[in-house]
């Protein structure tokens, strides 16, 4: 077994690992926003480390604090916690935009391997286009089902997610297959492929740039209004 195979069989594993033990907390001491309780799992299967520690310094509190925004009865009760810093604010506003991003991620690769679709003669191609779609949507839906719009008609609400989550979404997919591209291009002379753990270990890493190249745009949206403080 080579070395990158083993640091990426570690990689996955302390992933695995932090998505059960966030897991277990999230089922005992539930989010205020309840699509965040999907979010916070998904995050530390992705950001080895660095995932577990955002979900207790910035996840818990919150949790802890649910009573508190059970008295609040405004449209946006779920989405501002004016407690938080605002970095910290914008960097649980990324995990949401990420999460949903990195779930249609980890679908639509293996949809694309196990069916050998192909664009312009390219696998790569076809995980763009599958993975971007299926994150968009997915994207989509978790913004929309934790905007906390109260009455607003579905149309409006489902509006106000596409128009706070899009530029967030394409920023988190451009460092992502960026990323990809490299891996695919020139870090390897035979590209890893879903069936084995570089190939995860990579897509690990994918994320958390995609993470990194979301936060601005974020924290742009936020500053500006579009999507609320979290």
């Avoid at 979010?39 to 802890?64: E, N, R, S």
């Avoid at 286009?129 to 109260?150: P, R, S, T, W």
């Avoid at 899009?166 to 890893?192: K, N, R």
Wanted: hydrophobic share 50%; net charge neutral; proline share 5%.
């Amino acid at each position: 077994m080579q070395w990158l195979e083993i640091v990426s069989y570690v990689g996955i594993g302390i992933g695995v690992l932090q998505f059960l033990i966030v897991l277990v907390h999230v089922i005992s001491h539930p989010q205020t926003m309840k699509v965040m309780n999907v979010v916070w799992p998904i995050t530390g299967l992705y950001f080895p480390l660095i995932g577990l520690w955002m979900y207790y310094k910035l996840g818990v509190p919150d949790a802890k604090q649910k009573m508190d925004h059970h008295m609040n009865h405004s449209d946006h009760k779920e989405m501002h916690h004016s407690d938080k810093p605002f970095w910290q604010s914008v960097v649980v506003s990324t995990t949401h935009c990420s999460s949903g991003c990195s779930l249609g991620d980890l679908l639509g690769a293996p949809i694309v391997f196990l069916t050998g679709l192909t664009m312009a003669g390219s696998t790569l191609f076809a995980d763009y286009v599958v993975e971007f779609v299926l994150a968009y949507i997915l994207g989509i839906a978790f913004q929309y089902y934790g905007m906390g719009m109260g009455s607003k008609p579905a149309e409006e609400k489902l509006k106000n997610a596409i128009k706070a989550d899009t530029w967030s979404l394409i920023a988190f997919e451009i460092g992502m297959f960026a990323w990809m591209a490299l891996s695919h291009y020139v870090f390897f002379s035979e590209p890893p492929k879903p069936n084995g753990p570089v190939f995860w270990f990579m897509m690990q890493i994918a994320m958390m740039i995609g993470f990194g190249t979301s936060y601005p745009a974020n924290w742009y949206l936020v500053k500006k209004g579009v999507k609320h403080a979290m």
